[in-house]
């Protein structure tokens, strides 16, 4: 079975700064995806980037960026120039692929509530 | 295009009830999910139904059932409702193929007196 786990149950920084979440898994699959989602307090889940664990080149998307480190089973997201409505809870998922049609179970860590000070 | 839509928002049951609770998904999404969240258990797998049928299932007592209609919206019913059911439910929505993504819905809170 999979797991993930996430170590900093809360982080806090001012807005501007860049802040790293860190996440580590567990597994004996070769072929899987990894997620980061962000659930602000209006609970609504996000997706916020995504890597694919053959792609060796770190997933970007604008402020956003991960360092993956698949020997280590590291998945670490950076937030850079953070702002207000970065304070959100976010949690790493990791899913497993399938060549079968249809959607896999993502497995959640428990996730790192960010605060972003103003 | 509308995102995921659960219904109701809000639900509040009392002990040895049973409640049903809907999903519909992004227009042209055939796989639906269904994740628990707790403060205590964190987000954990339910079920996924693909085509209405189901295609994989969680660690959860057979209480806990679902079904997926030929439009793909998506049902999940909760029988004999225990405290401990208390939680956020929540809805994803994905593509057959491509990405791998998962699009929730915002979730239906669901309180056991």
């Known amino acids: 079975a999979q797991t993930v786990t996430q170590s900093q149950p809360e982080m806090s920084v001012q807005e501007a700064e860049t802040v790293t979440l860190s996440c580590t898994y567990d597994t004996s699959e070769s072929n899987y995806y990894l997620f980061w989602y962000k659930q602000p307090p209006s609970r609504q889940m996000i997706l916020v980037i995504r890597q694919e664990a053959y792609k060796q080149q770190n997933a970007t998307e604008n402020r956003f960026s991960v360092n993956f480190q698949k020997a280590a089973k590291s998945f670490s997201l950076k937030i850079s120039d953070s702002q207000l409505g970065d304070t959100a809870m976010y949690f790493c998922a990791f899913m497993k692929h399938s060549e079968r049609q249809g959607a896999q179970k993502l497995v959640f860590g428990q996730g790192t509530r960010l605060t972003i000070n103003p | 295009k509308a995102g995921v839509t659960q219904t109701p928002r809000y639900l509040i049951k009392t002990r040895g009830q049973q409640v049903t609770l809907s999903c519909s998904p992004i227009s042209g999404h055939r796989s639906v999910s269904w994740y628990q969240q707790t403060p205590g258990q964190g987000l954990q797998f339910l079920f996924e139904y693909f085509s209405e049928t189901q295609r994989n299932k969680g660690n959860f007592p057979g209480r806990f059932s679902g079904r997926q209609f030929s439009n793909s919206r998506s049902e999940m019913n909760v029988s004999t409702l225990e405290l401990g059911d208390s939680a956020l439910y929540l809805c994803?929505?994905?593509?057959?193929?491509?990405?791998?993504?998962?699009?929730f819905g915002p979730g239906t809170r669901l309180t056991v007196l």
């Open positions: 994803a929505s994905s593509y057959v193929r491509g990405r791998n993504e998962q699009f």
